[in-house]
């Protein structure tokens, strides 16, 4: 099977976050074949649509490239008001807005991680309307919702609780089914 490469970047900017610690986690778990490349979307600047007429800025550029450049997609966000945070929704915004955007037709996988016993249904819901728009394929559930993290993760953020590792495993080999489906 050829290497599938997939572009993962948290919604939270948190040092000590719960979803940058399943992106990492989700990296380890990958399937034989799959790489997940992290991004870092912090340093995107908010959207102003009139910055983007005149050019877009090279962490955008960035962002972008690395989208195109991959098979497939991974959000993993946290949940804020019922929704996904602004640093998620602006990087997605100024993605969009490109001729070429890097969602049209692009596998996408969604997972999110929360103190609360729900994990993060609301904003996952969210974030798939909004993909929906764009014309991503988005990974159909059973869905990643990790509630009671703390609970889930050891002392240094490390995923240990085993039948989500073991869930998160599956998910990610079923994005490499949506990707290699899509190849065919």
Known sequence: ?????????AGSLRRLSFNAALLNAAAELAPAGMHIDIGDIRHVPPYDDDVRAEAYPPEVEGLVGAMQRADGLLFVTPEYNRSIPGILKNAIDWASRRP????????????????????????????????????????PGPEVLVGEAPKKFDADLKLVDEP??????????????LVADGRR
Do not use: C, W
Not at 1 to 9: D, L, N, P, Q, S
Not at 116 to 138: C, D, E, K, P
Not at 168 to 177: A, D, I, P, S
């Open 1 to 9: 099977m050829t290497e599938i490469r997939i572009f993962g970047v």
């Open 100 to 139: 070429d955007q890097p969602f049209d037709r692009k596998p996408v996988a969604i997972m999110g991680a929360s103190r609360g016993v729900l994990g993060t249904i609301m904003a996952n819901h969210h974030l798939r309307q909004i993909l929906v728009y764009l014309n991503a394929q988005t990974l």
């Open 164 to 177: 989500t590792r073991a869930f998160v495993r599956g998910h990610l080999e079923r994005l490499g089914e």
